[in-house]
């Protein structure tokens, strides 16, 4: 019985030993397995929306898949590393795979205000201030002299 023991084992030790020769490679622990975001933080106004991408290694990882998830959906939504940011405030963007995880911070800001050339606020329902040129289309034909304006 004892002879019967030994042999089973040997038998069973060369076929471990000829699979990992065969095969080549050691088992694939998610250990090994990281991910690693473009950016770990953005500053974005209202309405817009950034492109952020992953990797993951190593390269001969057999699951690529990427979960994606706000912390907030009101303030940003991401999809496929597509980040909108929806109103004011912050969140975080997260992507998985493999049970391992990458961050990004988020700060969404109101957008600035659009300005004239002169700096001031554009309204279009204000009317022009004193002395500013009320015809947009240029000067009329009736322009007072310099002599004129002293009177």
């Not at 699979?19 to 050691?26: H, I, L, P, R, T």
């Not at 004239?116 to 015809?135: I, L, R």
């Amino acid at each position: 019985m004892k002879k019967i023991s030994v042999l089973l084992a040997a038998i069973l030790s060369v076929s471990m030993l000829y699979c990992f020769v065969a095969c080549g490679n050691k088992p694939m622990d998610n250990n090994d397995v990281t991910i690693t975001m473009s950016v770990s933080s953005l500053n974005m106004n209202v309405g817009d929306t950034q492109k952020v991408t992953v990797s993951v290694t190593p390269a001969d990882v057999a699951d690529k898949t990427i979960t994606w998830k706000s912390s907030n959906d009101a303030i940003v939504t991401v999809a496929d590393g597509v980040i909108t940011a929806k109103s004011e405030g912050k969140a975080i963007v997260t992507a998985m795979t493999n049970g391992k995880e990458a961050t990004c911070a988020v700060t969404v800001k109101a957008p600035a205000s659009q300005s004239s050339p002169d700096g001031m606020p554009n309204d279009p329902t204000q009317e022009p201030e004193n002395g500013s040129d009320s015809n947009p289309d240029g000067p009329s034909d009736t322009q007072e002299s310099p002599e004129d304006m002293l009177d």
